[in-house]
Nanobody, 119 residues
Framework: QVQLKESGGGLVQPGGSLRLSCAASGYIFSPNTMGWYRQAPGKQRELVAAVTSYGSANYADSVKGRFTVSRDNAKNAVYLQMNSLKPEDTAVYYC?????????????WGQGTQVTVSS
């Protein structure tokens, strides 16, 4: 089992920046994918950005060019640098650890951290 702990959320004005951090502990195996999802009120949870243990990253179209996902494999940590934030980025952001073994997918989630973009 993998435990995830997020930090770094908060209130920021439009155009501002925030950096989210997530530290993983427990039974962590490679290869794996770590990343960030978000869920706004009344909406489904959606992928924001994810990065594999090999360093391959993918992003939601809505955040490309503004957000950067990175990881430190030695620390079992993943980060999300968010720049040029918009009000529509307001959501609870969840850290995710995913490992696929054959046809089985193992998912772990953090408790979530609130990001609010407002003037």
């Amino acid at each position: 089992q993998v435990q995830l702990k997020e930090s770094g959320g908060g209130l920021v004005q439009p155009g501002g920046s925030l950096r989210l951090s997530c530290a993983a502990s427990g039974y962590i195996f490679s290869p794996n994918t770590m990343g960030w999802y978000r869920q706004a009120p009344g909406k489904q949870r959606e992928l924001v950005a994810a990065v594999t243990s090999y360093g391959s990253a993918n992003y939601a179209d809505s955040v490309k060019g503004r957000f950067t996902v990175s990881r430190d494999n030695a620390k079992n940590a993943v980060y999300l640098q968010m720049n040029s934030l918009k009000p529509e980025d307001t959501a609870v952001y969840y850290c995710n650890y995913k490992r696929e073994v054959g046809v089985v997918t193992y998912d772990s989630w953090g408790q979530g951290t609130q990001v609010t973009v407002s003037s």
